[in-house]
């Protein structure tokens, strides 16, 4: 009886040392991250900001691919959306950022649905040459469209005076993906986030159980959407001029590849993963020409190129070793924080 | 307009010559092949390199491209396609697509981003039909085409082809009358690389070609011309590649040159692709399923 109860306390005392280590390390991991937000100046600032953009592109196409099963080859077509009707209503209207972002917001919803729709009919191989196409079409016409988006000289998107600093507009961006993060986990761990898991394994299934396939899917490519055009609205101000060029599609295939290396599925993969391919085409260069040795093929013209060509090997590596991607990695880790690893 | 009519044919002869080894893979593997451009650019790459580079002769340059796709076939037959046969396909369809692009950042990293010019197969002066001038070797292509269509429908109906569409039904009880899966699997792979390999080596002199030229223009065209074609059908193949092209350079006649929308190409492209799988999801000559 006596052992019992030591044996009990010693195992509360260690659940208790354990809960207290694994917040400890949770807020230094966030410190962690944060400091270069404190410390790197406008620098670092503009950096995080990318990466909060990549990684809500990133949860978008997870929201899509992940969650619903649906594939899209042609998401630069939604962020693009959004960031041209962003720039537009910041430039031409000279309306509020918080307005121009619901407006891209919207757009990007708008064009998903319609996408969307399509992929009632259509689905499978031929929903991703579809939506490849789309791509290609929203890249060369509709932002090339002169009224709309400026032609090739682009859309200014100018921020306004509360989030000019760069800084502030990190800031901003971590806010928006931490919304859209909340949307995600909110959508996975409701009755939405069930039936979504049904219609990706098998729709004939999902709907013998009552499940709205048509409306789920339809609700999927919007929030995709959704999300997309955010982070393109926030693209916008973030590089303050918008272009056709800044969507072209090998910049969607990249982004799915990036999605499904950081782990279809994993939240905490996905953002890993779009920050890493965020940061890589602006750290690189500095990193390979601050070495001491250059190879010869190196050039400023590689370097463009290199960021895509690690994006694929990763891919190929992880597609051949663990499916899973970076949520796969690093699931032991995220169950012995969240404590769902121990038996209770 | 007849001038349009006329580029648009022999453009969609490329078209068409990809469209047959994506319908040449499908047919057997059920996968869409988003690499088949690249076993072009990389045959183009090599050619030129032996060609101009090392200034050997032409059909040295000719050989070498055509091996080196092929070599590239089996290479990402073996390392990557086989290795993910089990995972579904939008998995596959991804890696495919890793593929392409990997291919393109090799390239640009051993050659550099650069345009380049290939000498023809025959010199001289195009040749005025409606109106446009039609180089030689556009004749050429369109001629290579029309034979391999017919050669690829003509192997479907060999011993040979027979066994690689039972393995693609069922492939267990194609193993079980010997047909051996992994051997199906390389000889499609080799092949579908061949003629991605010709279709570069015959397209790149006709302009000036870049990283990524069949990749980045040629795909998705290519993609629509098979799907118009009926997806399993090599004369579809032909046709729809033809009509891809004259409906590409009709859209940049009417809606380019007439109304002035920025893009007309790749809008005429997404629209007939849409009409397509909206309305007769089987194609002009597919069968069902």
């Known amino acids: 009886m006596a052992t019992a109860t030591m044996v009990m306390g010693r195992i509360k005392v260690q659940r208790r040392f354990g809960l207290a280590l694994r917040v400890t390390i949770v807020i230094a991991l966030l410190a962690l991250a944060a400091l270069p937000l404190v410390l790197g100046g406008d620098v670092w600032a503009q950096r995080i900001s990318r990466a909060a953009i990549y990684a809500i592109i990133g949860l978008s196409i997870n929201t899509l691919t992940g969650h619903a099963g649906q594939i899209s080859l042609g998401h630069q077509a939604f962020v693009g959306i959004g960031a041209f009707a962003a720039a537009f209503l910041a430039s031409r209207l000279g309306a509020p950022l918080g307005f121009g972002l619901a407006a891209a917001a919207v757009a990007g919803a708008l064009t998903a649905a319609f996408v969307g729709m399509v992929a009632l009919r259509v689905t499978g191989l031929y929903l991703a040459l579809v939506t490849l196409a789309f791509g290609l079409t929203a890249e060369t016409t509709i932002f090339n469209w002169r009224e709309f988006t400026g032609g090739g000289a682009g859309a200014f998107a100018p921020r306004p005076a509360a989030v000019s600093g760069d800084h502030a507009f990190a800031l901003l961006c971590l806010g928006v993906l931490g919304l859209v993060l909340y949307i995600d986990w909110r959508l996975v761990s409701t009755k939405a986030g069930r039936a979504l898991a049904a219609v990706r394994n098998n729709e004939q299934i999902a709907s013998t159980l009552g499940v709205n396939v048509t409306g789920y899917k339809l609700a999927a490519f919007s929030l995709s959407g959704l999300a997309a055009g955010l982070a393109g609205g926030l693209f916008a101000h973030w590089n303050q001029i918008v272009q056709a060029m800044d969507f072209e599609f090998q910049v969607a295939l990249v982004w799915v590849l990036m999605t499904v290396v950081g782990g279809l599925r994993s939240r905490l993969g996905v953002v890993l993963a779009s920050a890493f391919f965020a940061l890589l085409p602006l750290t690189l260069p500095n990193f390979l020409s601050s070495l001491p040795w250059q190879p010869s093929f190196l050039n400023e013209a590689v370097y463009h190129v290199l960021p895509p060509f690690i994006v694929v090997v990763m891919l190929l590596i992880v597609l051949r070793f663990f499916p899973g991607g970076f949520g796969q990695l690093l699931s032991p880790v995220t169950r012995w924080i969240s404590g769902k690893g121990e038996k209770s | ?289």
Do not use: H
């Open chain 2, 1 to 289: 307009m007849g001038a349009f009519l006329a580029l648009g044919l022999f453009q969609g002869a490329v078209y068409g010559l990809l469209a047959v080894g994506i319908v040449l893979v499908y047919k057997a593997k059920r996968v869409f092949n988003f690499a088949q451009g690249e076993f072009g650019g990389v045959a183009a790459f090599t050619a030129f390199a032996i060609v101009v580079g090392a200034g050997l002769p032409y059909w040295v340059g000719v050989v070498g491209g055509l091996a080196a796709a092929v070599l590239m076939g089996l290479v990402v037959e073996r390392v990557i396609v086989r290795p993910l046969e089990s995972s579904s396909r939008t998995i596959m369809l991804v890696a495919l697509v890793g593929v392409a692009l990997f291919t393109i950042a090799i390239i640009v990293l051993l050659g550099q981003p650069i345009p380049r010019v290939m000498p023809p197969l025959i010199a001289g002066g195009g040749v005025n039909i409606l109106g446009a001038g039609i180089l030689p070797q556009q004749l050429i292509l369109m001629a290579v085409l029309a034979v391999l269509a017919g050669a690829m429908a003509w192997f479907f109906k060999t011993d040979l082809g027979l066994a690689v569409l039972a393995s693609s039904q069922d492939t267990r009880a194609a193993q079980v009358v010997g047909i051996s899966p992994v051997a199906v699997s390389r000889l499609v792979w080799g092949m579908a690389a061949l003629l991605g390999g010709i279709a570069g080596l015959l397209y790149a002199p006709v302009g000036i070609f870049t990283p990524g030229f069949m990749t980045l223009t040629m795909l998705v065209p290519a993609f629509a011309a098979a799907v118009l074609g009926g997806m399993t059908s090599l004369p579809g193949a032909f046709i729809g590649g033809l009509a891809i092209g004259v409906v590409q350079n009709l859209g940049i006649y009417y809606l380019g040159q007439q109304l002035k929308v920025p893009g007309a190409a790749e809008l005429g492209v997404f629209a007939l692709l849409m009409l397509v799988l909206l309305i007769r999801p089987q194609g002009l000559l597919g069968k069902e399923a």
